[in-house]
């Protein structure tokens, strides 16, 4: 269905209110809003001031590319009263002579003058141009890494999605994004939504939270997203059995606890996180069941981490080093670490300072630990149908579908055959630091976020709450959603 999206061009009047005969007028406050009924309504709504009552008010369209037409009185006659208010109309722009398609520009004119004849030619007070948004918005949900039964790890997850509004082609416009929405059934309570966080303009991140009792008699969980202008993309079954129908309710015998940790405080923003890491054997808390979601990572501790996502378990752990590159003098043979750090060395996951050290129990900064989750996309040693997979596995993630797109139709995966899609809004990482690319594609597919709208602090240490958050949106399951071809 075609939709309509408003720009608003450099100044709200492009031409500038005149002084009638008999009385002054001008248009302020004068946004066009846009409805979400049939497909050509439009509705806009703006406030006048003016001089003399009995003036009129007239609302004109015209489409502009490729060459202007004639305007069309779309709205108006209206009788002005008194000397200010507001003014609301909406129009058909098929039934008014406008007729326009996908991508196309309108004009928009709102006129003031001291009488009724519908003539464009003078008084203009504001003018505006909209696109044509028929366009839906990109992006992908989220459902929590699962284990073998594919039923969720513990009795709370997250389910998230990131999205955004593309410009339509040829418009002059990005229209945005209005909703990620999620929908579930079954014997459980879905707990309120996190906040969405804005990532960029026009991009959207959403998650939400849910509290399954130990048994449950069914779960189905979908979700979609849906633009400003009302384009809406189909629900997609995130957790459940998918059907013709859509997203099925699942019979689950039980749902598997996760650990409680005395320092991980019940309705913090990490809970769900720390205890969900927790419970699929990546993470492990110190003793006195504490966590320490607030203490640094430590760089030995995100090596076993990369190596357990990429597949590996403690048997499989070298002995020794594989080769004289992961040779480090600061990592002990017989330290609980060392495995772990040969292991994600061999596999490109992680690399050391240089004159054969590691720092295998230095802090982990934010500029390192997006270096590292880039290698692990890199490296194709994601898991299958995660976020961060690869084609070739089974659904490739976010990155390659969403984030970036492969600059020619092979299917072979080659990450140096990819286009970055909009740089990091962040004046602290340049285009010359190591994680620069790491950064801006984490960034843009919604695995990590800034400390501000413009700073991401990449020599800040990590924190093992948020270490266990970035690793949760990294590996989640995933679902993607209109990605380009």
């Known amino acids: 269905a075609l939709k309509f999206l408003p720009m608003i061009v ?11 005969a008999a009385s002054g007028a001008t248009i302020t406050d004068a946004p066009v809003a846009i409805t979400s009924g049939t497909a050509t309504a439009l509705q806009v709504n703006f406030s006048a001031q003016w001089d003399e009552s009995g003036s009129q008010l007239e609302f004109y369209a015209r489409l502009k590319n490729p060459t202007p037409a004639a305007w069309n009185l779309i709205a108006g006659p209206t009788e002005l009263t008194g000397s200010s208010g507001s003014w609301s109309a909406s129009a058909n722009l098929d039934t008014s002579g406008v007729s326009p398609g996908d991508g196309e520009v309108i004009e928009l004119l709102a006129v003031v003058r001291g009488s009724a004849t519908p003539t464009p030619s003078a008084s203009v007070a504001a003018q505006w141009e909209v696109v044509v948004d028929d366009t839906e918005p990109q992006g992908y949900l989220a459902a929590p890494l699962l284990d073998d039964n594919d039923l969720p790890y513990a009795r709370q997850f997250v389910a998230y999605g990131v999205a955004k509004d593309p410009q339509p082609e040829g418009g002059p416009a990005i229209s945005g994004m209005a909703a990620i929405s999620f929908q579930a059934s079954g014997s459980f309570s879905g707990m309120a939504n996190i906040e969405p966080d804005e990532l960029g303009p026009a991009t959207m991140k959403a998650a939400k939270v849910y509290d399954l009792p130990a048994y449950v008699t069914g779960l189905a969980l979908e979700g979609s997203l849906k633009d400003v202008v009302d384009n809406k993309t189909d629900a997609e079954c995130l957790i459940g059995t998918e059907s013709a129908e859509g997203c099925d309710p699942a019979d689950i015998s039980g749902v598997n606890g996760a650990p409680a940790f005395d320092d991980v405080a019940a309705g913090s923003w990490y809970e769900p996180y720390v205890r969900y890491m927790a419970a699929a054997k990546y993470f492990s808390g110190y003793g006195g069941n504490k966590f320490g979601p607030n203490d640094p990572l430590l760089r030995g501790q995100l090596a076993k981490l990369l190596v357990i996502a990429a597949g590996y378990s403690e048997d499989d752990l070298p002995d020794e080093p594989g080769s004289a590159a992961c040779v480090f003098v600061d990592v002990d043979p017989d330290a609980w670490y060392a495995g772990w750090v040969w292991q994600a060395c061999e596999l490109g996951l992680m690399k050391g300072y240089g004159n054969y050290r590691f720092g295998p129990n230095d802090p982990v900064t934010r500029g390192q630990i997006a270096q590292a989750l880039y290698n692990l996309y890199q490296s194709g040693n994601a898991p299958d149908g995660s976020v961060l997979g690869v084609p070739g596995a089974d659904g490739a993630g976010a990155i390659h579908d969403w984030g970036w797109v492969p600059e020619d139709d092979d299917d072979e995966f080659d990450p140096d055959a990819l286009i970055l899609l909009g740089p990091e809004p962040f004046t602290d990482v340049a285009a010359t630091d190591y994680y620069y690319e ?33 690793l949760y949106r990294a590996l989640g399951t995933y679902y993607g959603i209109n990605v380009p071809d």
């Open 10 to 20: 450099a100044a709200l009047a492009l031409i500038p209110a005149l002084v009638l």
């Open 438 to 470: 790491a950064v801006s594609q984490l960034y843009n597919v919604g695995i990590i976020s800034g400390t501000s709208a413009t700073t991401y602090e990449p020599a800040r240490n990590v924190t093992r709450a948020e270490a266990a958050t970035l």
